[in-house]
């Protein structure tokens, strides 16, 4: 399979910071691949050093082939960044951002006006073209803003947390967006926070911690790395629980709402165990559940689950 990005022993410090501590990793052309990780873990350095902006202090970075240290230009041309923080002029409209943008790529013509006008329209902005970005919801701004990364038909989108702040009709479209985007051949490099984007979105995921790579893999795969994570969720009437450590078969338990649920690499022996010990009392639900990814990312970057009891 041909690689879209090849990372290889990528480093960069702050002062006495290691923010990017040794990462390898390569993103096949035509995946969504998703950067997940704790605040503070490097995702935005990592990020910034792939896309051109930083200069890493060692490590080799190549993009479609090109090398981004000895054919700078060249590689920069293959990529189309989606910043987080909205640089769409304010006073412009959407599409004089647009035609803004291609002109900073280079590109001139005839056809410029037809395209950025095409690709509003599958943005579904085509009846808010001419209105000034200022007068646009936060939403339309951030497809407007993904619009200017798109005018020079990038192979390589690098987003970042695309749907940070937006209400939950907002991040459908930009993820239908995405997705969209992805069936049309672009690869996909997804800087988020938002476990269920990622879950629900990318081929693979990779999570990083304290600058290094903690696992790389498809969600299916990582959750299925952490069996131990399976969980049987218990609802009783009266809301009193027991403890994970009058049990063998559970590691540990954290309360969901009235519900409480107990981790467990045996969910046939964990529920044996509870019911056992629970004879008498009211069961109002009882159900075992795989594990989901955010127990994983919990697990992986030494986050404790809360045991609340
Ligand atoms: P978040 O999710 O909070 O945006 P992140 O994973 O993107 O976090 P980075 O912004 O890459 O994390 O930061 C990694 C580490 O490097 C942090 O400890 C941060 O304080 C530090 N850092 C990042 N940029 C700089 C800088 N310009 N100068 C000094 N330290 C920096």
Redesign the pocket.
Known sequence: MEHAIKINNLHKK??N?K??NGINFTVQKGEIFGFL????????????MITGVLKPDLGEIDLAGYNLQENFVEARLEIGVVPEAANAYQELTALENIKFMAKMYGLSGENINEKAKELLKRLGLEKRIKDKVKEYSKGMTQRVILGMALINDPEILFLDEPTRGLDVQSTRIMHEIIQDLNDKDSTIFL?T?NIQEANQLCHRIAI?NK?RIAAIDTPENLKDTFKELQTVELCLEDGDYPLPEEFKYISQAARAGNKMRYYTGNPDRAVKELINKIENRKIVGLNILEPNLEDVFVELTGGKLKNEN
């Open positions: 702050f002062g910071i923010a990017v990780g704790p605040n503070g873990a490097g995702k935005t350095t990592t990020a910034r800087t926070h990083i600058g």
